[in-house]
């Protein structure tokens, strides 16, 4: 039996610099990925503890190698399922014979452990933490008031990309996110953004609401009163706006935490915005 020590890699020199060039390609182009570690073997196996891979979106090994072809297809199946949940997997890759004295069989989970058949005649065991590694989602903050302000300052810590949209050119000094876009016309930021907050409080907002809807975004949530957003709806909906897209907006946006001040406003507009997120990761429904 090995296992990983503290300190110890058994990656040589080429395969770590390749596979941290990999991730930060990845990274940079905001792919998502998985990264693949041995962490235990039991008997003879390929590959060693320590052992790493970078294995795409497709469940492919792009750099590195945890073994033959007997233990990829199990790999590549936890890689696709840790991206699409955002959880990690902790996979035990065995002979049949081992996980029948185990009392468990290839495709079931026991205590967070996920068991997969090894077929290659060494008949070895390993033990494979699979870690996804995705991109920050992507949130849209629309206006340039004080809330969209607070909320730029209080998501910052949050692990949200951030894009503040604003009506116009603006003369005032406002907080810094990760990118500025000065219209609410067409541009890429819409095409990946599930999340967007509508802030604009009287300065564009049937033009933000409208791009958002157009967008189809995860979650949208609009700074203003029942009121006013129904008002802002019967427009819509006279220029051709489906019921059923303003149906799905948040409005108002935020957990009701009786908040009154920009920053308490913004803290609950985060709160909604964390709800949905790890519902949206656990394919729940989620009101927030």
């Not at 849209?140 to 209080?154: D, F």
């Not at 810094?176 to 990946?192: A, K, N, T, Y």
Request: proline share 7%; net charge negative.
């Amino acid at each position: 039996m090995s296992f990983i020590m503290a300190g110890h890699s058994s990656l040589g020199p080429r395969l770590e610099q390749d596979l941290a060039r990999e991730t930060e390609a990845r990274r940079s182009a905001g792919e998502p990925f998985a990264m693949a570690t041995v962490v235990r073997t039991v008997a003879a196996t390929s590959a060693k503890p320590g052992a790493k891979a970078l294995i795409d979106a497709q469940g492919e090994i792009v750099v590195g190698f945890l073994g033959g072809g007997c233990v990829r297809g199990a790999v590549g199946r936890a890689a696709r399922e840790a991206i699409e949940t955002g959880a990690p997997q902790l996979l035990s890759i065995g002979p049949e014979e081992l996980l029948a004295e185990a009392g468990v069989s290839a495709g079931e989970e026991r205590d967070g452990i996920k068991y997969a058949r090894n077929s290659c005649p060494s008949k070895g065991v390993l033990d494979i933490f699979v870690e996804p590694v995705l991109p920050l989602p992507a949130l849209v903050i629309c206006g340039s008031g004080p809330v969209a302000q607070a909320l730029v300052e209080l998501s910052a810590r949050f692990e949200f990309e951030r894009t503040l949209c604003l009506p116009g050119p603006q003369d005032v000094d406002l907080p810094m996110p990760d990118r500025v876009v000065e219209h609410f016309d067409e541009h890429p930021i819409w095409d990946s953004a599930p999340f967007v907050v509508v802030a604009t409080q009287g300065r564009g907002d049937e033009a933000a609401l409208r791009r958002a809807l157009m967008q189809k975004a995860r979650y949208i949530g609009f700074v203003g009163s029942r009121r006013k957003f129904a008002t802002l709806s019967q427009r819509l909906r006279d220029k051709g706006v489906s019921p059923e897209a303003l149906a799905s907006v948040k409005a108002p946006a935020g957990v009701d935490i009786h908040a009154i001040t920009p920053d308490e406003i913004a803290l609950s507009i985060l709160a909604g915005l964390v709800q949905r997120r790890r519902a949206l990761q656990r394919g729940e429904a989620a009101d927030a």
